[in-house]
């Protein structure tokens, strides 16, 4: 559905615009990011609302993008599928309890995640050098190893989560 509206917005944008050199492709996917942000957040702010866990929602949804800016993960193919699956984990996150030894452990785990398969972005959609990927991985293992420090459980989920985006995911036979 974004993608419907974002096409359909970026078609009028260049219609009343003939003197515009972008292309229609190029505007509606770029409008199509900012829709899924604007989803994102507020489908975030309405399960954080309903759940009576807006401050923790609101923190989890923080600390994944921040995390996820260094480490890439999965993403959907579809727009809408992903507001809705990242503001659903957003909201689900603060309803788990761990002990503070399963927090570090899950940690941990994330932690050599990150060293091992961070930053895992697909060149067609990334437009940053490789010579930073080496700083994108340690940033990444940066952020888990204050966790240690922290030991805050709702990072050490968040961490976790965004930990398995980055597993390759096996369709078929064929990597996806």
Avoid at 132 to 150: F, H, Q
Wanted: with cysteine; charged share 15%.
């Amino acid at each position: 559905m974004l993608e419907k509206w974002s096409i359909a917005f970026a078609d009028r944008l260049i219609r009343h615009s003939p003197e515009s050199k972008m292309r229609a492709e190029v505007l509606a996917y770029a409008l199509g990011v900012y829709l899924n942000l604007a989803a994102t957040v507020l489908l975030a702010l309405a399960f954080g609302l309903l759940t009576g866990e807006l401050a923790q929602t609101l923190t989890a949804m923080l600390l994944f993008n921040l995390t996820r800016l260094f480490t890439g993960g999965f993403h959907f193919k579809s727009l809408g599928a992903c507001a809705l699956a990242s503001a659903a984990l957003y909201a689900a996150i603060p309803w788990f309890e761990l002990a503070a030894p399963t927090a570090s452990a899950l940690t941990v785990w994330a932690l050599a995640i990150f060293l091992l398969l961070a930053p895992a972005s697909a060149p067609e959609t990334t437009r940053l050098p490789r010579r930073l990927r080496p700083w994108l991985k340690a940033v990444a293992v940066l952020l888990a190893a204050a966790n240690l420090a922290l030991s805050s459980e709702l990072f050490a989920l968040v961490l976790a989560a965004q930990a398995l985006t980055l597993l390759p995911v096996r369709k078929g036979g064929e990597d996806r």
